[in-house]
């Protein structure tokens, strides 16, 4: 099986592709490491394939917050300025700056 180089990095604000919600990556995972119910519930015509990194995500949209499992294929770099809302960031990181958060100094290894 091939390792891919992670595209987006811990901190950084991306959206979804397809459906537009933003969020902030918490972890990345090399290719996909959820459950196979999980991936069998994506409607076949979207479903990602699975040899690509799969990325964690704080993310939020019109109707609230959680937390979302996203393949790569499926992120692009999120241009709006604006925070993302959730209530699990200052857990992970601290205050946001222009599109990415700094990892709190007690996660980072």
């Given at each position: 099986m091939m390792e891919y180089r992670a595209k987006f990095n811990i901190g950084q604000v991306v959206s979804h592709r397809l459906f537009g919600f933003r969020g902030v990556i918490y972890d990345v995972d090399p290719q996909y490491a959820n459950t196979e119910a999980w991936y069998e519930a994506i409607p076949k015509e979207i479903r990602p394939h699975k040899d690509q990194p799969f990325y964690h995500l704080l993310a939020q949209?019109?109707?609230?917050?959680?937390?979302?499992?996203?393949?790569?294929?499926?992120?692009?770099?999120?241009?709006?300025?604006?925070?993302?809302?959730?209530?699990g960031?200052?857990?992970?990181?601290?205050?946001?700056?222009?599109?990415?958060?700094?990892?709190?100094n007690t996660l980072a290894h």
């Open positions: 949209n019109e109707t609230g917050s959680y937390e979302a499992y996203v393949s790569e294929q499926n992120l692009v770099m999120e241009e709006n300025p604006v925070p993302v809302e959730h209530p960031i200052m857990d992970y990181f601290e205050e946001g700056h222009s599109g990415h958060y700094q990892l709190r």
